[in-house]
């Protein structure tokens, strides 16, 4: 009775039948609600921006100067000429004899005073920045904050940067054009823009 209910066998072998798959790849595709992330943009500011567009930012300027005997008459000539025309229109006119005094005296005087700056001080080191100005020679240091310059000429060699008791000429030669530009800035800034010129 039992064996009319045998299981029947399982059709063919148990034996590992090769299988070929072939796997596609779908393109992603960005639905409503997806949100895709990417590396933030990295803007690098400029290397030094204008002084005008960042005031918080101060600028440095490092030069070395090394006077010569024509530069230096050149402004001696240029600035006692101001000099004179102020007082002049303070007093009154000067006679032509003044005047050729004036330029003798100027020829006189600035060759052995040159010589004698140049002993002291060969070579200048000056670092300008918007607080102050640094000079250093071997003679020692100066510092010229702002607030002590009296006015800033502009002549044909360079600029003439007074003070109470004296100038100090930063010829236009030790600057390159970059340098140049921040020094106008910052003397714009610091100055009201009063630069004479010449």
């Known amino acids: 009775m039992f064996g009319l209910f045998t299981h029947p066998k399982p059709v ?3 034996r590992p039948i090769a299988e070929l798959s072939v796997a596609g790849k779908q393109q992603l595709i ?3 609600g997806h949100v895709l992330t990417a590396e933030p943009l990295k803007i690098h500011p400029p290397a030094n921006p204008p002084l005008t567009q960042n005031p918080a930012r101060t600028p440095r300027l490092h030069f070395s100067v090394s006077y010569s005997l024509a530069e230096y008459r050149s ?24 005047s050729r005094l004036l ?4 020829g006189a005087v600035a060759g052995p005073a040159f010589l ?16 102050e ?42 600057l390159s054009n970059e340098q140049l ?15 004479s010129e010449t």
């Open 133 to 174: 100005i640094l000079r250093k020679a071997a003679d020692g240091h100066l510092v010229v904050p702002w607030s002590k310059v009296v006015a800033v000429h502009r002549y044909s060699q360079g600029y003439l940067v007074e003070r109470d008791n004296g100038g100090i000429p930063i010829p236009y030669r030790c």
């Open 103 to 106: 330029r003798w005296l100027i």
């Open 181 to 195: 530009g921040v020094l106008n800035q910052l003397i714009d800034r610091r100055t009201g823009g009063s630069t």
């Open 75 to 98: 402004f001696v000539q240029e600035h006692m000429a101001v000099v004179m025309a102020k007082r002049v229109a303070a007093k009154g006119k000067r006679s032509q004899g003044q």
């Open 30 to 32: 960005v639905g409503p």
């Open 116 to 131: 004698l700056k140049k002993r002291r001080m060969p070579v200048c080191e000056f670092t300008i920045d918007e607080h």
């Open 12 to 14: 063919g072998s148990r």
